[in-house]
């Protein structure tokens, strides 16, 4: 194994449900709107907090807009609990020169702010947020290319089902940390509760 690709919220930080609600207060007191009633939560997984919030609003996120979500999630973020198991996985890559690569839908900007933050910066290789990665399918694609590997010396870890097809299309194994919309391939892949799991999916593929 050359390559961990992670996820960041709700694999690294249990930050999906506190952030989701900020939002959905943020649309609702602003524009009036249940973003819920609005689109599913498969679709809503799918789009950045400035996607929704344009759709909500029907017009494009101005600078102020994005500067006040971003600092009420960063604020939301940076309380919310990390696994603590990342430290031994970092530690774990370091001895056998596994480079950890973050990919996140969080825009990069706010990314970036939160993981030094919370120090943790330094355990990542390369860190890839929204704004400069596009979609994942095509990031993990120029992950391979780039870093010249083959699909099955990278792992992919997530919690989300956007992460197990962008790992699926590009033939990268994957790891879901568990959450209700990976509960369809319970018994198909491998989900662990937290990242402690991970190490044995990363010794099963040494």
């Given at each position: 194994?050359?390559?961990?690709?992670?996820?960041?919220?709700?694999?690294?930080?249990?930050?999906?449900?506190?952030?989701?609600?900020?939002?959905?207060?943020?649309?609702?007191?602003?524009?009036?709107?249940?973003i819920?009633?609005k689109?599913?939560?498969?679709?809503?997984?799918?789009?950045?907090?400035?996607?929704?919030?344009?759709?909500?609003?029907?017009?494009?996120?101005?600078?102020?807009?994005?500067?006040?979500?971003?600092?009420?999630?960063?604020?939301?973020?940076?309380?919310?609990?990390?696994?603590?198991?990342?430290?031994?996985?970092?530690?774990?890559?370091?001895?056998?020169?596994?480079?950890?690569?973050?990919?996140?839908?969080?825009?990069?900007?706010?990314?970036?702010?939160?993981?030094?933050?919370l120090?943790?910066?330094?355990?990542?290789?390369?860190?890839?947020?929204?704004?400069?990665?596009?979609?994942k399918?095509?990031?993990?694609?120029?992950?391979?290319?780039?870093?010249?590997?083959?699909?099955?010396?990278?792992?992919?870890?997530?919690?989300?089902?956007?992460?197990?097809?962008?790992?699926?299309?590009?033939n990268?194994?994957?790891?879901?940390?568990?959450?209700?919309?990976?509960?369809?391939?319970?018994?198909?892949?491998?989900?662990?509760?937290?990242?402690?799991?991970?190490?044995?999916?990363?010794?099963?593929?040494?």
């Amino acid at each position: 194994m050359k390559i961990i690709i992670i996820d960041f919220d709700g694999t690294i930080i249990d930050s999906n449900h506190a952030k989701k609600s900020i939002l959905r207060e943020f649309i609702k007191e602003n524009y009036h709107i249940d973003i819920d009633k609005k689109i599913s939560i498969f679709e809503s997984q799918r789009l950045t907090r400035y996607e929704l919030i344009t759709l909500a609003k029907n017009s494009k996120i101005d600078s102020y807009e994005k500067d006040k979500i971003d600092q009420q999630i960063n604020n939301c973020v940076i309380n919310s609990k990390v696994d603590p198991f990342i430290y031994e996985l970092f530690k774990y890559c370091s001895k056998n020169k596994i480079k950890i690569i973050l990919v996140s839908n969080t825009p990069h900007k706010s990314l970036i702010s939160i993981l030094n933050i919370l120090n943790i910066s330094h355990y990542f290789y390369k860190v890839f947020g929204k704004n400069i990665s596009g979609n994942k399918i095509n990031t993990f694609s120029k992950i391979i290319k780039n870093e010249n590997v083959k699909p099955v010396e990278i792992l992919s870890v997530g919690d989300n089902i956007e992460d197990y097809f962008a790992s699926k299309i590009n033939n990268i194994p994957f790891h879901g940390i568990s959450d209700q919309s990976l509960s369809i391939l319970k018994g198909k892949i491998p989900i662990s509760n937290n990242l402690k799991g991970v190490f044995k999916s990363l010794k099963n593929s040494s």
